[in-house]
């Protein structure tokens, strides 16, 4: 069973940037789409951005222009660049593909 690990999180101020990786384990990684979604407090999960596995990309309304996925398929990770960030970007962050979510990575917004 495939295990996903996020890192990369932190404490950032508004308009600053930090990039989130997502290493998962096993292989046939590029065969697979990959998702990045986030979770506020006392909000529902939402989805920020996907990748499939040609490469497609979709971000979520609220991203679009500052985030930016991307796969490294030779190290079976995934990328989330977050430039720009804002207050409202504050939340963990987990990786997904099919039915199987990391752990998570807190992301902090603050000056």
């Known amino acids: 069973q495939v295990q996903l690990v996020e890192s990369g999180g932190g404490l950032v101020q508004p308009g600053g940037s930090l990039r989130l990786s997502c290493a998962a384990s096993?292989?046939?990684?590029?065969?697979?789409?990959m998702a990045w979604y986030r979770q506020a407090p006392g909000k529902q999960r939402e989805l920020v951005a996907t990748?499939?596995?040609?490469?497609?990309?979709d971000y979520a309304n609220s991203v679009k222009g500052r985030f930016t996925i991307s796969r490294d398929n030779a190290k079976n990770t995934m990328y989330l660049q977050m430039n720009s960030l804002k207050p409202e970007d504050t939340a963990v962050y987990y990786c997904k593909r099919d039915l199987t979510w990391g752990q998570g990575t807190q992301v902090t917004v603050s000056s």
């Open positions: 990748i499939s596995s040609d490469g497609t990309k």
């Open positions: 096993g292989s046939m990684f590029s065969i697979y789409s």
